[in-house]
């Protein structure tokens, strides 16, 4: 394979002028995080700080479409925080589950004693990939198509399984339950609790966790996108421009 840091730097170019490129195909998990390594740390050498992080592949039937059994984590940085327009390929939204940390995960409590807080939020994705398209390790190494987010007020941590979900991007709109988030978004920290310990992603306090889309994504277009779940405050922001 080409160094991480090699393709890491196409990938961070693709995010940076907004042009999409194709797949690399081949990557193996392991190499597939070190780029993601790799492209955060550019990201950080630019200016920005990591605030947290995202899981993908928390549906059983993106899981079987993938075939794979793993969640794939991304990471969320303060570039990403509140932005939904503006040098973007063909971005889409999700509805998502959001948490907050309110102490590093470091083995010393169960991941769910370190959330401080729950919100509904809209994550927007835009794969650097031509259409869309890419292998289970491509994605991985595209920081999991992670864009942009914005999260609804915060409220404290209550059991979010089996909510009601609601989405709406223009004219389009879908509806959905937190249930397909691994079953329950609890499920979800715990997947990601297991996958950052083995490849070696921090959790830390005042982070946020964006559990898993629990609907398909929506293109994100017309001029306005919200999220409601059941026993959260609605979310949502305005159209883009380009
Ligand atoms: O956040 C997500 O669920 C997206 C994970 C990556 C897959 C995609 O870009 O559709
Ligand atoms: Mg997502």
Same mark, same amino acid.
């Given at each position: ?65 993938? *075939?794979?059994?793993? &969640?794939?984590?991304?990471?969320? #940085?303060?570039?990403?925080? /509140?932005? !939904? %327009?503006?040098? =973007? ?71 979010? *399984?089996?909510?009601? &979900?609601?989405?709406?991007?223009? #004219?389009?709109?879908?509806? /959905?339950? !937190? %249930?397909?988030? =691994? ?60």
């Amino acid at each position: 394979m080409r160094a991480a840091v090699n393709i890491a730097e196409t990938l961070h170019e693709a995010q940076t002028t907004a042009t999409e490129i194709p797949n690399f195909g081949d990557l193996t998990v392991e190499d597939a995080y070190e780029v993601q390594h790799a492209l955060i740390t550019l990201r950080e050498r630019a200016g920005e700080t990591v605030t947290g992080v995202k899981l993908g592949f928390t549906s059983e039937a993106k899981m079987k479409q993938m *075939g794979v059994s793993e &969640v794939i984590v991304g990471r969320l #940085t303060s570039g990403m925080a /509140g932005r !939904t %327009s503006e040098n =973007l390929i063909h971005p889409k939204v999700e509805p998502e589950i959001a948490y907050r940390l309110g102490r590093d995960v470091d083995g010393s409590a169960p991941i769910e004693e370190c959330v401080d807080a729950v919100a509904a939020a809209i994550e927007v994705i835009d794969s650097r990939y031509r259409d869309f398209r890419f292998t289970y390790t491509d994605v991985i190494a595209d920081n999991t198509s992670a864009a942009g987010y914005v999260i609804g007020d915060w409220q404290p941590v209550t059991d979010v *399984g089996g909510r009601a &979900v609601r989405l709406t991007s223009g #004219t389009a709109h879908v509806e /959905g339950s !937190t %249930s397909a988030i =691994l079953g329950n978004p609890a499920n979800a920290l715990r997947a990601l609790e297991e996958v950052a310990r083995r490849r070696g992603i921090p959790l830390k306090a005042g982070y946020v966790v964006l559990a898993g889309a629990a609907t398909v994504a929506l293109p994100l277009s017309g001029d306005y996108v919200e999220c409601s779940i059941d026993g959260l405050a609605p979310v949502s922001f305005g159209g883009r421009t380009r």
